[in-house]
């Protein structure tokens, strides 16, 4: 009896297993088991760098993009079962996605290599255009004794310090504005939240407190006050 030869009819490849009578590497090139984007246009400030991905802008493309990346490939046939994503900057602010996907293929482990193309649009974000119109949410209103006036040029410097870090978080934690006062200055912050955080912590240092208060500017689309907070601090 004749041993039953069995063979790929496309490329004549003996190597098992076979799926639908094709080798594997042919069932693949024939076959559209997944789906992936042709490319990905993402929106970069061109003001603070920061890049848009779900409706967030964030400072390092990498790691935010991956899941962004994994959420957009889509198994038509078969089963995945894991996806690797690495970038690869082809040139200055051009990068491509390296995907490899695992999967099941008529029940058949498979492998698959996948590229997409990743061009960024300049844009400006929402907070940069903001904070060019010197918006601000706070402000911060520091008085001394002209003894004191000496101190301001070291306190601003640490202001600016804390909202350097704070800003990686909150993209409106930067003073807009510095208006000279009779006893002091007012800083215009773009953030409430890293007014009070700078205020509380000047009060601390100088072991002062904070005086708070408030405007009504307007509504929010919800219907909601809009306020402006106002943190005096006497150092």
Same mark, same amino acid.
């Given at each position: 009896?004749?041993?039953?030869?069995?063979?790929?009819?496309?490329?004549?490849?003996?190597?098992?297993?076979?799926?639908?009578?094709?080798?594997?590497?042919?069932?693949?090139?024939?076959?559209?088991?997944?789906?992936?984007?042709?490319?990905?246009?993402?929106?970069?400030?061109?003001?603070?760098?920061?890049?848009?991905?779900?409706?967030?802008?964030?400072?390092?493309?990498?790691? $935010?993009?991956? *899941?962004?990346? !994994?959420? @957009?490939?889509? %198994? #038509?046939?078969?089963?995945?079962?894991?996806? &690797?994503? $690495?970038?690869? *900057?082809?040139? !200055?602010? @051009?990068?491509? %996605? #390296?995907?490899?996907?695992?999967?099941?293929? &008529?029940?058949?482990?498979?492998?698959?290599? !996948?590229?997409?193309?990743?061009? #960024?649009?300049?844009?400006?974000?929402?907070?940069?255009?903001?904070?060019?119109?010197?918006?601000?949410?706070?402000?911060?209103?520091?008085?001394?004794?002209?003894?004191?006036?000496?101190?301001?040029?070291?306190?601003?410097?640490?202001?600016?310090?804390?909202?350097?870090?704070?800003?990686?978080?909150?993209?409106?934690?930067?003073?807009?504005?510095?208006?000279?006062?009779?006893?002091?200055?007012?800083?215009?912050?773009?953030?409430?939240?890293?007014?009070?955080?700078?205020?509380?912590?000047?009060?601390?240092?100088?072991?002062?407190?904070?005086?708070?208060?408030?405007?009504?500017?307007?509504?929010?689309?919800?219907?909601?006050?809009?306020?402006?907070?106002?943190?005096?601090?006497?150092?």
């Amino acid at each position: 009896m004749n041993e039953l030869r069995e063979f790929c009819p496309k490329c004549g490849s003996k190597e098992k297993p076979f799926i639908k009578g094709f080798c594997m590497k042919c069932f693949l090139e024939s076959k559209q088991l997944i789906e992936v984007p042709k490319e990905l246009v993402l929106e970069k400030c061109s003001h603070c760098n920061k890049f848009k991905l779900r409706n967030a802008w964030v400072e390092e493309l990498w790691p $935010s993009i991956e *899941e962004t990346i !994994k959420s @957009k490939v889509k %198994a #038509l046939e078969g089963k995945i079962v894991s996806i &690797e994503v $690495s970038l690869k *900057e082809e040139r !200055k602010e @051009k990068f491509t %996605a #390296l995907i490899k996907i695992k999967m099941l293929a &008529e029940g058949n482990p498979a492998q698959l290599l !996948k590229e997409i193309p990743i061009k #960024l649009s300049k844009v400006l974000c929402d907070p940069c255009m903001k904070l060019s119109s010197e918006y601000h949410e706070a402000v911060i209103q520091v008085r001394f004794e002209k003894e004191k006036e000496k101190e301001w040029t070291p306190i601003l410097e640490k202001m600016h310090e804390k909202l350097e870090s704070l800003s990686k978080k909150d993209s409106l934690a930067k003073i807009t504005k510095i208006e000279k006062e009779r006893k002091g200055y007012d800083l215009w912050i773009g953030s409430k939240r890293a007014g009070k955080i700078l205020a509380e912590d000047l009060a601390k240092k100088f072991n002062s407190k904070v005086i708070y208060s408030y405007t009504t500017i307007g509504l929010k689309d919800s219907g909601k006050q809009k306020k402006r907070y106002t943190f005096c601090v006497r150092i």
